[in-house]
Nanobody, 126 residues
Framework: QVQLVESGGGLVQAGGSLRLSCAAS????????MGWFRQRLGKEREFVAA????????KYADSLKGRFTISRDNAKNTVYLQMNSLEPEDTALYYC???????????????????WGPGIQVTVSA
């Protein structure tokens, strides 16, 4: 079992940037495909980005492509989400998710992930 904890959230003005981190502990991090999801107020949890266990494959929600970048450092047991040109519509709780995996696949559905962090708030002011 892996434990996940997000950090790096907070309040930022529109047009600004934030980098979220998700630290993993408990198991071999490089055996986990990872993803970021977010939940806006009154909405369902939605896919943001995913990365394969090696980091060689990434996938993004179409609406976020070009502004968000997912990456990982397996030596540091950490996955990152760099968010640029933030908009008020990006305000949400952001969740890190993990799935034990031995392939090079990425996973886009929240139902495909077994492990979740508690979430971290990102607020973008106009």
């Amino acid at each position: 079992q892996v434990q996940l904890v997000e950090s790096g959230g907070g309040l930022v003005q529109a047009g600004g940037s934030l980098r979220l981190s998700c630290a993993a502990s408990g198991r071999t991090f490089s055996n986990y495909a990872m993803g970021w999801f977010r939940q806006r107020l009154g909405k369902e949890r939605e896919f943001v980005a995913a990365i394969s266990r090696s980091g060689g494959t990434t996938k993004y929600a179409d609406s976020l492509k070009g502004r968000f970048t997912i990456s990982r450092d397996n030596a540091k047991n950490t996955v990152y989400l760099q968010m640029n040109s933030l908009e008020p519509e990006d305000t949400a709780l952001y969740y890190c998710a993990g799935r034990l995996d031995y392939s090079s696949y990425v996973y886009l559905s929240r139902n495909e992930y077994n492990y979740w962090g508690p979430g971290i708030q990102v607020t973008v002011s106009a």
